[in-house]
């Protein structure tokens, strides 16, 4: 269902859901009011111009602005039948289910086969044989097996940028998320490995619910099935990526889209 | 156990009894960890209450217990601690010799250091962070007996064959402190010059100022609040200085009339005497309030700091 | 006068700073060294120290600067650094947070010779531990407890906070992210530091006179029994270090040759400070280069 400048899915088919979401980063306030939907098993990009909050709505979504002390939230985020930002809830579990990737690179500084396992190790799996076969699938699934599988003891430092960041996708999935939080993961590499990843998401968009913040129009069209686009902290709209490329409802998303700011 | 059955099963399987074990265990040590780094902050906060609290106790005594009288302690002038019948405990002269031989230091050092920050920062960073810069930590790290011991050997005999007498005096004391205390100055002076924005150097060049015009009317001036800093951090160590000091100023207990006369502070007295005494006697507790003296100067110290802090800050907004 | 003749005269004035600070130094350590040096013998390394005659020794004063330094790391170090992790890592912005920094920086402006006074009075005194090398370590640790605590602070905060994100956003805790990502990162400032901190109280003489002594027994090096008297290893021991040492035989010394004892044994301590101050550039440089080396 589509209203003006929203839409909503069936309730099967919600991955997670803000309501009245409202951020505040000391006396600034970053996100407004927020409600919105994403669907399951899909790719939703979030764009807008830098400082327009989509990146710190995506830090909310796994409770990343904790980390910030002068950030205040307000509202709800559901998932899992559970409002995520209460404060009595087990963070660790939320976490584990909604995986994240940055701008940077940012593999450990450990080895490539380290870097995958780290968290499984800590949530118990200790057995070598099932920690091979997660490494070996997870490596698989980026594309960075066949590059990779003569140096997984070697450090993840070494690698290309484009190379280090499939790691890191690799890492997010080796704990199998419900959830993949993408924070303009294309923008620090050149355009193959750009293409490399673009191409990742769409075969990963099978198993896991994609939400990807980008600053690059051309790819929030090529690969998202909806799109959401931010101002200062407001959703304007949010619609099939189509309709928002083609048909926007919204006179500032025709604006942002046709590049008249930004 | 874990039964792979499937690929994708994988990590679900875990999340059985063995995820629980883990999840619970995790959480324990986190915890622990956390509340072990508290009482590590703990244990620092209980140090300073229990030190403040025994030497100001301690310090107290001669003035609650013991009956002198405070203004006589810092002001008078006669130190008798041991005479039979009236005992004196006046230790104005070593209050002033603290005073005088940090003061004398802090005004030698703080050119020189000054000085030696603007060669690294501002004249010559590249033969400044060659050769002073490890110069200057060299002179950090030579221990203060070590100092002391060459004043001793070289700063003593200059003074007594250049103005007589017996070469230990306030002077030589004042040359030992103002070596000791110059890299203190110098690299708290030289960092703050070096955080201050580009923009403001260029622009003063652009305006046709020559270097040194920049340096005294831009640099030093917007710097000025960390260089005091540094300042007030090397008055404090020259103050709480014991051995150095002690070793070539003499020690004699009474008012100097020129600074080629030998003095006493309060760090050399508490050197010589402290284990003279017997704990609780007057003379004991009186050494004590010397302590405190210096315990509460470096609380002043870091209070003038804080201010100084405040102040740099806000200067950059 | 004119501004140009002014920027000169300015600019060879601070260039004859620099030099003259230069030469302090090098007539400093070439003073010590070379009065120093001369009276340096295997058996001046070795031999216990006259009391009346010539020809004494430091050696078991060296040996009590290592041990005594080895005691202090011991309890400096684990507490340094759970300080320094709660201030890079939990601490709020709350009171508890102000009053532990305060705390931090009055323990570090502390004059050494108050906090051997307090070592007296509680160590020695009140809990009875007397003279010895654990009084001194304690003391020791008071007067390096701030600057460890900065240093793991510091060498933390340096630490990327990407590296920090990744791993909390996998639902890692806070401690485990710390221990196994952020302080292997931090590891080359942390050790830097450490062997500093080292340094600096391989040379404090004014905290140990009245807690660690001035005096030491006659060690038997054949006795490893740390619960013995003579002993060595015995924690419980007084034992002059070779800072102490040196101003004692500047200050009281008897022996016809206490200014050559005193030159040699400071040329042994400036020795040692200037090798902790090497090591300290050294293991830097490696830890960093095996780092980032790929």
């Known amino acids: 269902m589509v209203t003006h400048n929203n839409i909503s899915f069936a309730e099967k088919d919600i991955a997670i859901e803000t309501r009245n979401l409202n951020i505040y980063y000391g006396a600034k306030h970053a996100i407004k009011n927020l409600s919105m939907q994403i669907k399951k098993l899909d790719i939703t990009a979030f764009i807008g111009p830098s400082g327009c909050g989509k990146s710190t709505y995506l830090r909310a979504l796994n409770r990343m602005n904790d980390l910030i002390p002068i950030a205040k939230t307000t509202g709800e985020i559901l998932f899992d039948g559970q409002n995520i930002c209460d404060k009595n809830i087990d963070l660790a579990k939320i976490r584990q289910k909604i995986g994240m990737v940055w701008q940077k690179p940012n593999p450990f500084n450990k080895s490539i086969y380290e870097n995958i396992v780290f968290a499984l190790k800590y949530y118990g799996i200790k057995q070598k044989h099932v920690l091979d076969e997660i490494v070996e699938d997870s490596l698989k699934k980026v594309a960075l097996w066949d590059e990779v599988k003569d140096r997984l003891h070697k450090s993840a430092l070494a690698l290309s940028g484009g190379q280090q960041q499939r790691l890191c996708i690799a890492r997010a999935i080796a704990t199998k998320p419900e959830i993949l939080l993408l924070d303009e993961p294309t923008s620090a590499l050149d355009p193959i490995s750009s293409a490399k990843i673009e191409e990742l998401l769409f075969e990963l968009k099978k198993d896991y619910t994609i939400i990807i913040v980008t600053h690059n129009m051309q790819q929030a069209g090529r690969i998202s099935s909806y799109t959401a686009f931010f101002l200062m902290g407001d959703l304007i709209e949010y619609n099939e990526t189509n309709v928002i490329f083609t048909n926007p409802v919204i006179d500032k998303t025709n604006d942002y889209i046709m590049g008249r700011f930004g | 156990m874990i039964r792979t059955t499937r690929e994708n099963d994988k990590v679900k399987d875990v999340s059985s009894l063995n995820a629980k074990y883990y999840d619970t265990k995790n959480k324990i040590v986190a915890s622990i960890g956390k509340y072990y780094t508290y009482s590590c902050i703990f244990f620092s906060i209980m140090i300073i209450t229990f030190l403040t609290y025994f030497i100001a106790s301690k310090g107290l005594s001669t003035f609650l217990k013991d009956g002198v009288s405070l203004f006589d302690f810092l002001l008078g002038t006669e130190w008798k601690p041991e005479h039979e019948n009236t005992p004196k405990f006046g230790a104005f002269a070593f209050i002033f010799g603290s005073f005088a031989v940090t003061l004398l230091s802090v005004s030698l050092s703080t050119p020189l250091s000054v000085g ?93 100022a020559t270097r040194w015009q920049t340096i005294y009317r831009v640099l030093i001036p917007t710097a000025l609040p960390s260089i005091l800093t540094g300042v007030v951090l090397g008055m404090a160590r020259a103050f709480g200085e014991a051995l150095a000091v002690q070793m070539v100023i003499g020690n004699v207990q009474r008012l100097p009339n020129s600074i080629f006369d030998s003095i006493s502070t309060l760090t050399s007295i508490l050197t010589l005497e402290m284990s003279n005494t017997i704990a609780g006697t007057t003379y004991n507790n009186a050494l004590w309030s010397m302590a405190l003296i210096l315990l509460l100067m470096s609380f002043i110290f870091i209070f003038i700091i804080r201010i100084l802090g405040k102040g740099s800050k806000l200067n950059e907004r | 006068m004119n501004v140009k003749v002014t920027d000169k005269i300015a600019t060879i004035i601070f260039y004859t700073i620099a030099i003259v600070i230069t030469l302090i130094l090098v007539g400093l350590l070439s003073f010590i060294l070379v009065k120093g040096l001369s009276g340096i013998s295997w058996g001046f390394l070795t031999k216990p120290p006259e009391n009346m005659k010539a020809g004494g020794g430091v050696g078991p004063q060296i040996f009590n600067s290592f041990f005594l330094l080895f005691l202090t790391m011991l309890f400096t170090v684990p507490v340094g650094i759970g300080g320094g992790i709660y201030m890079a890592e939990y601490s709020k912005p709350n009171i508890v947070t102000n009053i532990a920094r305060l705390v931090i920086e009055v323990l570090s402006s502390l004059p050494s010779i108050v906090v051997g006074l307090f070592g007296l009075l509680i160590f020695v005194q009140k809990m009875g531990m007397g003279f010895s090398l654990f009084s001194g370590a304690l003391a020791l640790m008071i007067f390096n407890l701030p600057l460890m605590v900065r240093i793991t602070e510091q060498s933390l905060r340096a630490v990327p906070v990407e590296q920090k994100e990744a791993s909390l956003a996998m639902g890692i805790s806070h401690w485990k992210t710390i221990v196994s990502i952020m302080l292997p990162i931090a590891l080359p400032g942390i050790i830097t530091g450490t062997i500093l901190t080292a340094g600096r109280a391989f040379g404090e003489a004014a905290a140990l006179m009245f807690t660690a002594g001035m005096s030491s027994p006659p060690l038997d090096f054949t006795n490893w029994n740390p619960l013995s008297a003579n002993s060595p290893i015995n924690p419980f021991r007084p034992a002059a270090t070779l800072a102490v040492h040196i101003w004692k035989v500047n200050s009281e010394g008897l022996t016809p040759d206490a200014k050559q004892i005193a030159a040699s044994a400071s040329a042994v301590l400036i020795t040692c400070v200037l090798f902790f101050n090497l090591l300290s550039r050294l293991v830097g440089k490696l830890i960093y280069k095996k780092f980032t080396a790929a």
């Not at chain 2, 920050?117 to 050769?131: D, L, Q, T, V, W």
């Not at chain 2, 002179?139 to 200059?158: D, K, R, T």
């Not at chain 2, 017996?166 to 890299?183: D, E, K």
Request: charge should be positive.
């Open chain 2, 116 to 208: 030696a920050a603007i060669f690294m920062a501002e004249i010559s960073p590249k033969s400044g962070s060659r050769f002073l810069q490890p110069v200057i930590e060299l002179l950090v790290g030579i221990p203060s007996v070590v100092y002391g011991f060459i004043g001793l050997s070289v700063i003593v005999p200059f003074m007594r064959n250049t103005f007589g007498g017996t070469g230990f005096c306030l002077a030589s004391g004042t040359l030992v402190l103002t070596i000791m205390i110059l890299p203190t100055i110098t690299s708290v002076s030289y960092d703050s010059l070096k955080a201050l924005p580009g923009g403001l150097k260029d622009a003063s060049y652009a305006l046709g």
